[in-house]
């Protein structure tokens, strides 16, 4: 019965991944397409700690859902063109993206139906993510500070280029 579940939960969360991210490239409502792209990230997520990675569903979580998709949300919010009438809301290469999007799915598909795959039955070690944080904060602790000053950096540059816009 817990293996029906855990499918159960996967394909739900899939469903939900596939249907939010066409919500995300074909709704022309900008901000509801980042609040659909909220949704795939979460489901993301949701299929990390299925695989029992909690670590990565955390910076799931923290990066892509907490910083990047509020930052994008910020960036709409202070865009006052964005509910003009004159904004032509069009995509007029709509066969190059199939063509592009059907060439990926094709080298996708071919990738899956070649790759071996190994089932490795022994069970991930119990403390993972502990360990995973003590390399973060003991032997990769400048890398991590380095790339925290970038995106500070890059958040200060989106406020600064969003206050020049609006001015």
């Not at 739900?12 to 709704?27: C, D, H, N, R």
């Not at 509801?32 to 795939?40: D, G, R, V, Y």
């Amino acid at each position: 019965m817990e293996v029906e579940v855990s499918q159960l939960v996967f394909y739900l969360l899939s469903f939900v991944i596939i249907i939010s991210a066409i919500y995300v490239v074909t709704l022309r409502n900008i901000f509801h397409s980042a609040l659909f792209l909220i949704l795939t990230l979460f489901a993301v997520a949701g299929i990390y700690i299925m695989l029992n990675a909690e670590f990565l569903a955390a910076v799931q979580v923290l990066i892509y859902v907490g910083a990047i998709s509020i930052l994008i949300i910020f960036a709409i919010m202070l865009t006052s063109q964005l509910a003009n009438k004159q904004i032509r809301q069009s995509n007029e290469q709509v066969m190059i993206g199939i063509f592009i999007c059907s060439g990926f799915l094709l080298a996708s598909l071919g990738s899956i139906a070649n790759t071996v795959w190994r089932i490795v039955e022994k069970p991930l070690p119990e403390n993972n993510t502990l360990t995973m944080g003590k390399l973060l904060m003991n032997e990769f602790v400048l890398p991590f500070e380095i790339v925290s000053i970038v995106l500070l950096a890059a958040l200060i540059g989106a406020v600064v280029l969003a206050r020049k816009e609006g001015a």
